[in-house]
């Protein structure tokens, strides 16, 4: 199982800031990541929109960063704070 | 001094503190951010801000040592908050010591356009429409790439 994070919007999108998940064995990096959330959450669109961002195991990743199914998931849309 | 803070705090105590941790600076400068009662959207009743640590400390550790090595900094403090605010409490304190007030200045500009559009953070306003998630405007990222 995969843990998942959700932050901002996309806690709205994925119903929660948090789930566990199987990733299918087709999910084994980035971008196949991002077409299967926008399909397990009908999101059409949503995860596949490059602003959305990953951090896996707390290291930001660029496309298409590998993946394991026992990985940590962060699911990060455009950050900004102050 | 860099923390994250789920509590309120007052920005003008974390200025004596930095004052007392810059003394022999020339020039000290500090900026304090605060939550506007009032959005593009309409009235503002609180904001939310939420962090994934530890990405998000990291980064701001990375952005205060770029400003170190870019400005001949003597102090730099980072103050910011997350967690649910009022309308005026203080988001975001930062101060910076220098010999001269040019490297104060820019290195204090330098460090809110990174909090602004690259730090790990997401905002909520909640208001009497509803709640909205805010990402930052064209402007921040525009400030932002003033520093290549």
Do not use: C
């Amino acid at each position: 199982m995969a843990a998942f994070l959700y932050f901002g919007r996309l806690m709205d999108v994925a119903g929660g800031h948090r789930e566990a998940r199987t990733l299918p064995a087709s999910v084994r990096d980035t971008m196949s990541l991002r077409a299967w959330l926008d399909e397990v959450h009908a999101a059409p669109g949503v995860f596949s929109d490059p602003a959305v961002r990953f951090a896996i195991n707390d290291e930001i990743v660029a496309d298409a960063g590998e993946l394991a199914d026992t990985d940590e998931i962060a699911v990060m849309p455009p950050v900004g704070g102050g | 001094m860099i923390a994250l803070l789920d509590a309120p705090f007052e920005p003008a105590e974390a200025l004596k503190r930095f004052e007392a941790d810059a003394v022999g600076a020339g020039a000290i400068v500090s900026f304090s951010g605060h939550v506007r009662p009032q959005a593009a959207s309409g009235p503002v009743t609180s904001l939310y801000l939420q962090a994934h640590s530890p990405l998000t400390e990291r980064g701001i550790e990375a952005a205060a040592d770029t400003a170190r090595e870019r400005w001949p900094l003597t102090s730099l403090a980072i103050l910011h908050r997350t967690g649910k605010m009022a309308p005026g409490e203080a988001i975001v304190f930062v101060a910076t010591a220098s010999a001269h007030r040019r490297a104060a200045f820019e290195a204090a500009d330098y460090l809110m356009d990174y909090l602004k559009t690259e730090a790990v953070f997401w905002k909520k306003e909640t208001g009497p429409r509803g709640e909205a998630w805010i990402e930052p405007r064209g402007e921040d990222y525009a400030d932002r790439r003033r520093w290549g």
